[in-house]
Each structure stands twice: as C-alpha cells, then as structure tokens.
C-alpha cells in the first residue's frame, strides 16, 4: 500500500481507544516510549485533553477507515522561554511501520506546528543509537540534525538505552522573536 490511500486528520476523543492500543504495543514491545506499563484510557484522555488546551496539533493517519498512526507535539520543556519550541512524538501500528505512515504524520505534524508559529521542532528519539534506527531516519528524512545523544540514560527490557535529540527549525525560526 502506498501514502496515497492514508488520510491525514485532527484526532478525536473518539480515537482514543484505538490511539491507547498501537501506544500500549509500543510501552510493551519497543523503545520509543519510555514507559514501563501503557496507562489506562482515561491517563490518555487526560494527555489528549491537555495537548489540545495548549493549542498543538494532535493528529491520526487512517487508511481504509482504521487508524493506523498517530503524532502529536507538545511543550519541549515547561518554562516560558521554551514557548516556541515543541516535541514530536509519533506512533505507527506495527503491522504498517515503514510503509510511510510515519513520514506523512511527520509531515503533516510540521505543517501544523509552523502554521501555529513554532519555531523548532525537538525529535528525543529513545534508542536512538540503537533499535530506533528507524525513528532516526524518519527524522532525518524530514531535515532533523542530530543535537546529542545522552548515554545510557533509560533502561528497559533488560538494558540500557541512550537518547538521541534531533532538532528542525520551522518557519522564521531564530530570525525573529516569538509571536
């Protein structure tokens, strides 16, 4: 299948039950997140709710009307001063991973957050020198550069795992003070 068929929309409380199943794969098979238990369907209503009040775009991929992925951005850090800039987070069904589902997310992730005038983008890519190759690529695919990698900083599935950051400037990025 190719990205032709996905269909790129806002998320809806409504999605939450499938969103909780591909991120509760994730928490319980792969390093992305670095979870130890998937939380429950009300932990992810609450995270939703809290991702649109702040006003980032929250998003799923379908294809042939079933979600198959998921991206979102949030606060890169709490304090005023960070106001510009976001973290990713993106989650792809396992059954579809490389097939593009994540880049068309990514993507469209992007587009939103510089419409909504951020300025850079943060990817923390957990095992990113390890399993989460793929994730890397993906990032770098979009025009992310590696920042740093902090060493054996998580440790889950019975080892330890670094942390790779990879940033992307979005819009007038540093030419200009915030809106």
């Not at 980032?56 to 005023?80: D, K, M, N, S």
Request: charged share 20%; aromatic share 8%.
């Amino acid at each position: 299948m190719t990205t032709a068929d996905l269909a790129i929309r806002d998320a809806l409380p409504a999605d939450l039950p499938t969103i909780l199943e591909i991120y509760s794969h994730a928490v319980l098979h792969g390093t992305a997140s670095w979870e130890i238990e998937p939380p429950d369907l009300s932990e992810m209503g609450r995270r939703f709710e809290a991702i649109a009040a702040g006003g980032y775009p929250y998003l799923v991929a379908e294809r042939e009307g079933r979600i198959v992925g998921y991206a979102y951005a949030g606060a890169y850090r709490p304090r005023p001063a960070y106001r510009a800039t976001v973290e990713n987070s993106i989650y792809v069904a396992p059954d579809v991973q490389g097939g593009g589902v994540g880049s068309a997310l990514l993507d469209a992730l992007i587009e939103g957050c510089t419409a909504r005038g951020f300025r850079q983008m943060v990817a923390v890519i957990g095992d990113g020198t390890g399993a989460s190759v793929g994730s890397r690529r993906l990032h770098e695919r979009a025009g992310f550069s590696p920042i740093g990698v902090a060493r054996a900083v998580g440790y889950k599935h019975g080892r330890w795992l670094d942390q790779m950051l990879m940033q992307k400037a979005l819009g007038a990025a540093d030419g200009a003070p915030p809106e």
